[in-house]
T-cell receptor, first 114, second 113 residues
Framework: GNSVTQMEGPVTLSEEAFLTINCTYT??????LFWYVQYPGEGLQLLLK?????DKGSNKGFEATYRKETTSFHLEKGSVQVSDSAVYFC?????????????FGTGTKLQVIP | GAVVSQHPSWVICKSGTSVKIECRSL??????MFWYRQFPKQSLMLMAT?????????EQGVEKDKFLINHASLTLSTLTVTSAHPEDSSFYIC?????????FGQGTRLTVV
């Protein structure tokens, strides 16, 4: 079946540091890949997505590139802010579609300190 | 997009009692809503997909008689954990399928003591 593996947290960084959260997946064909973010007390929000190989999703300074050859979708940001503190979930939906069939990783908690 | 409101955000209940969690789609007519559960250090796992006006579809290994799902309107789905036990303590989150994207509530932290 499909699965998503992401690095365990928590990750603690100083403000303006570079962020990488690793994510690899197992799925047949070409799934769609997502990063969701959950700020304290709020629901999961879509941060960015990529639907085909070599696509780069980007939003709010975050980027992730769909790498089919390494089955990866690592999240990066060049300079984190305290307001980026949240839990980040890597996820996929199968090539056949169906947003109710989202497969999530375990989530990585990011804490940014001033 | 859709705004999804989930209530309560956290709940503590005694073993053997039932707990109801509500999921509301505030600005989207949701024919399909879904429920996930997350145990500590594990992934969010799909429990069931609820369809407005019909029975929910449960994932393998999820007891439908224990986790009652009702999707009586296009804006409300409820999950009732019946006869809760400590092993049901988990983080439950609902979502809405808009066919172009999934939107999620803020989740409910259930603790059974």
């Amino acid at each position: 079946g499909n699965s998503v593996t992401q690095m365990e947290g928590p990750v603690t960084l100083s403000e303006e540091a570079f962020l990488t959260i690793n994510c690899t997946y197992t799925a047949t064909g070409y799934p769609s890949l997502f990063w969701y973010v959950q700020y304290p007390g709020e629901g999961l929000q879509l941060l960015l997505k990529a639907t085909k190989a070599d696509d780069k999703g980007s939003n709010k300074g975050f980027e992730a590139t769909y790498r089919k050859e390494t089955t990866s979708f690592h999240l990066e940001k060049g300079s984190v802010q305290v307001s980026d503190s949240a839990v980040y979930f890597c996820a996929l939906t199968p090539e056949s579609g169906g947003y109710q069939k989202v497969t999530f990783g375990t989530g990585t908690k990011l804490q940014v300190i001033p | 997009g859709a705004v999804v409101s989930q209530h309560p955000s956290w709940v503590i209940c005694k073993s053997g009692t039932s707990v109801k969690i509500e999921c509301r789609s505030l600005d989207f007519q949701a024919t399909t809503m879904f429920w996930y559960r997350q145990f500590p250090k594990q992934s969010l796992m799909l429990m069931a997909t609820s369809n407005e006006g019909s029975k929910a579809t449960y994932e393998q290994g999820v007891e439908k008689d224990k986790f009652l799902i009702n999707h009586a309107s296009l804006t409300l789905s409820t999950l009732t954990v019946t006869s809760a036990h400590p092993e049901d303590s988990s983080f439950y989150i609902c979502g809405v399928d808009t066919n172009t994207e999934a939107f999620f509530g803020q989740g409910t932290r259930l603790t059974v003591v």
